[in-house]
């Protein structure tokens, strides 16, 4: 299964409200997870099965989608969460999109 | 708490072997699935392998298949990856990570070690 992320990079200010897509080359239902890491830094888990939060993630993360096309939105953007986002397919075995890098503006 | 630390990285030549650990701790290890992912310097994550939590069934990605061999020792809350005839592209950090399979077969990485860098040169 193929995946492509878009942008691959983008920035953006504190208080900003930001989208990442993913997609699938097929249908892998809302078998779908995103990652966040920063540098130096293992990843971590934010949102599994497409759209549910992981505990203790903070809510202006949302997931949405299922079948092929997937968003990550950010609310509020907040410093800490300039990192690198990743989607996760876990359909047919695993592969990780190419991720999106979000900086501040 | 969930812990899991990575060990066994360096430097080792081209077609030469090493193995690196992860021992977990703070959950019952024996009965998760185990990954190992990579990352190669500057990119994205890249999958490798994941390991019942039996060890009874593994899968590997196509870019390791034949050279790498994961395996567990749940006696000793530890998984290990061995990596045989390593390449320059092999060069990476390793993170183990643990396997969570919600309800409807979703499954996802829900604790990741800080990785171990591994780096094939001559």
């Known amino acids: 299964i193929q995946m492509t992320q878009s942008p691959s990079s983008l920035s953006a200010s504190v208080g900003d409200t930001v989208s990442i897509t993913c997609r699938t080359s097929?249908?892998?239902?809302?078998?779908l997870n995103w990652y966040q890491q920063k540098p130096e830094k293992a990843p971590q888990l934010l949102v599994y099965?497409?759209?549910r939060l992981q505990t203790g993630v903070p809510s202006r993360f949302a997931g949405s989608g299922s079948g092929t096309d997937f968003t990550l939105t950010i609310s509020n953007l907040q410093p800490e969460d300039f990192a690198t986002y990743y989607c996760q397919q876990t359909h047919s075995y695993f592969t990780f999109g190419p991720g999106t890098k979000v900086d501040i503006k | 708490q969930v812990q899991l630390v990575e060990s066994g990285g360096g430097v080792v030549q081209p077609g030469k072997s090493l193995r690196v650990s992860c021992v977990a701790s703070g959950f019952s290890f024996r009965s998760f699935g185990m990954h190992w992912v990579r990352q190669a310097p500057g990119k994205g994550l890249e999958w490798v392998a994941v390991?019942?939590?039996?060890?009874?069934?593994?899968?590997?990605a196509d870019s390791v298949e034949g050279r790498f061999t994961i395996s567990r020792d749940n006696s000793k809350n530890t998984l290990y990856l061995q990596m045989d005839s390593l390449r320059a592209e092999d060069t990476a950090v390793y993170y183990c990570a643990r396997e969570i399979i919600f309800g409807g077969g979703v499954i996802f990485f829900d604790n990741w070690g800080q990785g171990t860098l591994v780096t094939v040169s001559s």
């Open positions: 390991i019942w939590y039996d060890g009874n069934n593994k899968y590997y």
């Open positions: 097929q249908n892998i239902n809302n078998y």
């Open positions: 099965g497409a759209s």
